[in-house]
């Protein structure tokens, strides 16, 4: 049974560090995506930040990138999204999900970020 599950999130205040870690475990991912969506109050869930498992290739929102680093340690099956120069429009609930050939199947039940003005 495949399970992601998120870590790190709190409060912090603008233009502060937030990093978050998604545990994943249940099956191998050499040939998946692992990546972080966010979901803000009243919008809908959006693309943060991906990365390809074996080759290690990364894609980012337009509105977080280079602010953003998403990495993975594949030892300890883990893929962080170190958070930099936080925004109040950054606070959403964050989710890690695993993807492959276009569809991300496997979702982590999230972890809050709220960034204060």
């Known amino acids: 049974q495949v399970q992601l599950v998120e870590s790190g999130g709190g409060l912090v205040q603008a233009g502060g560090s937030l990093r978050l870690s998604c545990a994943a475990s249940?099956?191998?991912?050499?040939?998946?995506?692992l990546a972080w969506f966010r979901q803000a109050p009243r919008k809908e869930r959006e693309f943060v930040a991906a990365i390809h498992w074996s080759g290690g290739h990364t894609y980012y929102a337009a509105s977080v990138k280079g602010r953003f680093t998403i990495s993975k340690d594949n030892a300890k099956n883990t893929v962080d999204l170190h958070m930099n120069s936080l925004k109040p429009e950054d606070t959403a609930v964050y989710f890690c999900?695993?993807?492959?050939?276009?569809?991300?199947?496997?979702w982590g039940q999230g972890t809050q970020v709220t960034v204060s003005s």
């Open positions: 999900a695993a993807g492959i050939e276009g569809t991300y199947k496997y």
């Open positions: 249940g099956r191998t991912f050499s040939e998946w995506t």
